[in-house]
């Protein structure tokens, strides 16, 4: 089970409440700093490297390490302090949250991509931060309410994470960022950025070199979360991303195991893939078969959680990792989350803008004309009239899509006053394909960071963490292409370490039978909680438009119902909240 902790921070600068009514419902909890300015309780299960002015919660690991850091030098504690905790993020990487004391205030930073949380509320003239929000409420004595607003705007970007949650007056420090208190001022601000990783001087240009670069990355940041693990549990989907990080725990030398689901429609089924890789670096593999009785539509997996990030449909997956893990004695599931994202599975002809924006009409547009082309089965005269538009008729910013359809049409015209995630605003100088890469990085963002604090092992994306998405970032955008493949340089990465059929692969499996399945034999119970239910009686949706979508019986023929699935979701946490 993760870690969990609670601190107190008086914003006055005075000295911080003793212990009382805000810390009965963690009597067990650990003294861990106890300091004027700053009061930190941990529990048993989490890690920690404290001092007498603050603590570094969580996972911290130093860059280029494979084993945790367990304690630091005064020279590191006092650089943290005086760069209000940017030596962390320059140094270090990890899941952790630090808290510390320095010449000005207090500074608590979350690691960018970390996946111990961070949630804050402010009582009085006190700041009172926990691990979870079931922790802070309760140490909190606060009750749940829901920010209607905020859950609009979740239906229309689900991917998208901000500082504020749906939650009435409960913040989320997201990774990266720093809450820093000065005596009666609260200021927050953002430490890391994907854009500092983006330019043309960090840039590895050469293709070996760069696989060289994270191929090496991503076996350090693997084993380096596998050290502190027993047994690791791999869910080996049989695609690239899964596959490339069983290769580096094997790598590793980690006792393996690996599982695989299957539901009952041929789009699902990956064990031949799953099985090859599986063959090749010598481990057991386990294959369960989904099924909707693991189902529970009106359950949400998120309900802990301040927003619904849960879709029912893991559900399935959920119960099956957790019984195999029990079984095999694995106390980590791992994954290849994130994978897509980090690696820019992306088939924009942003790509190609980048090359004439960089270098004109030369070698390196023609070749990325011809891959992308052959990716995407566009004629080579069209791609290129379009790489010309993109490149000098655009900004470099990506469109911003929302998934608004089913909403009432006032919470539509709303929405578009709130500002877009700042992953989607690049600066001046960026290239429209790096742009686009850095937009597909935040639904990885919200994944890894979204966690299940009550699950009994570890849930861990090690493909979505700091230093294989610094490394990633510095891969050029027409490099992640290749004829007829995406993320071509992971590809090339672990050329020598996969089988072929896995590297060369063009097709990849989808959940998207196995959803419809559970929408069509809920269908009626999905009508009555969204016809019905908390979202219909915020006026959020348009019941006109939901009247159609849920109109008829018959099978469903397209990825509408997905729309659908997203306000299920939504429901059923809002439902859990009370």
Not at 63 to 86: C, M, Q, V
Not at 499 to 504: G, R
Not at 521 to 529: F, L, N, V
């Amino acid at each position: 089970m993760r870690g969990r902790y609670f601190a107190i921070v008086p914003l006055t600068g005075r000295s911080t409440a003793p212990a009382g009514t805000a810390t009965d419902c963690i009597r067990e909890f650990n003294p861990t700093v106890e300091h004027p300015r700053v009061r930190v309780l941990t529990g048993k299960n989490l890690r920690r490297i404290a001092a007498d002015a603050g603590a570094i919660l969580g996972v911290l690991f130093g860059h280029g390490e494979s084993r945790p850091t367990d304690e630091l030098l005064d020279y590191d504690w006092a650089s943290i302090a005086r760069t209000h905790g940017r030596h962390l993020l320059e140094r270090y990487w990890g899941s952790y949250v630090a808290i510390v004391v320095t010449p000005w205030g207090v500074a608590i930073v979350r690691a960018p991509f970390g996946d111990l949380g961070c949630y804050f509320t402010v009582s009085g003239d006190t700041l009172h931060l926990a691990s979870d929000v079931p922790l802070l409420l309760a140490a909190c004595e606060s009750r749940r309410t829901i920010a209607i607003d905020r859950v609009a705007r979740h239906i229309a970007w689900p991917d998208w994470r901000f500082g504020e949650t749906c939650l009435d007056g409960i913040g989320e420090l997201r990774g990266g960022e720093r809450l820093t208190v000065t005596a009666g001022e609260l200021r927050r601000d953002r430490l890391w950025t994907p854009w500092d990783f983006i330019g043309p001087e960090r840039e590895i240009d050469d293709g070996a070199e760069a696989a060289c670069s994270l191929r090496d990355t991503i076996d350090l940041t693997v084993a380096a979360r596998a050290a502190i693990c027993r047994r690791p549990l791999a869910l080996l989907s049989g695609g690239l991303d899964s596959s490339v990080v069983a290769s580096s725990l094997r790598s590793a030398g980690a006792d393996l195991a690996c599982l695989n689901f299957v539901a009952a429609d041929a789009a699902s089924d990956e064990t031949a893939y799953a099985g090859c890789v599986a063959a090749a670096l010598g481990c057991d593999l386990r294959i369960e078969r989904l099924t909707s009785r693991h189902i529970d539509v009106q359950e949400s997996g998120a309900g802990h959680l301040p927003y619904p990030v849960h879709r029912c449909f893991t559900q399935a997956q959920d119960a099956i990792a957790q019984a195999v893990a029990d079984e095999l004695g694995a106390d980590a599931v791992f994954d290849g989350g994130g994978g897509d994202n980090v690696f820019f599975a992306s088939r924009s002809v942003a790509i190609v803008a980048d090359c004439l924006l960089r270098e004109g009409f030369g070698r390196k547009f023609r070749s990325a004309v011809r891959s992308l082309g052959d990716l995407a089965e566009v004629g080579l005269p069209r791609l290129a009239a379009m790489a010309v538009h993109r490149a000098w008729w655009r900004t470099a910013a990506p469109r911003l899509g929302a998934s608004d359809g089913l909403l009432n049409r006032t919470w539509r015209a709303e929405l578009r006053r709130w500002p877009p995630h700042d992953w989607f605003q690049p600066p001046l100088s960026a290239l429209p394909g790096r742009a686009a890469h850095v937009a597909l990085l935040t639904p990885a963002q919200n994944m890894v960071e979204a966690v299940n604090a009550g699950a009994p092992y570890e849930a861990i994306s090690p493909l979505a963490s700091q230093p294989v998405i610094e490394a990633a970032l510095r891969v050029p955008s027409w490099l992640w292409i290749a004829p007829g493949h995406d993320r071509a340089c992971v590809r090339a990465a672990f050329r020598e370490r996969l089988p072929s059929p896995i590297l060369d692969r063009r097709s990849k499996g989808t959940p998207s039978t196995f959803v419809a399945q559970i929408f069509e034999s809920h269908r009626d119970t999905i009508r009555e909680m969204l016809f019905g239910g908390w979202l219909a009686q915020n006026g959020l949706v348009d019941a006109a438009a939901l009247a159609q979508a849920l109109a008829g019986e018959a099978p469903v023929r397209d990825l509408g119902f997905a729309a659908l699935m997203t306000l299920l979701d939504v429901e059923a946490w809002a439902r859990a909240q009370s």
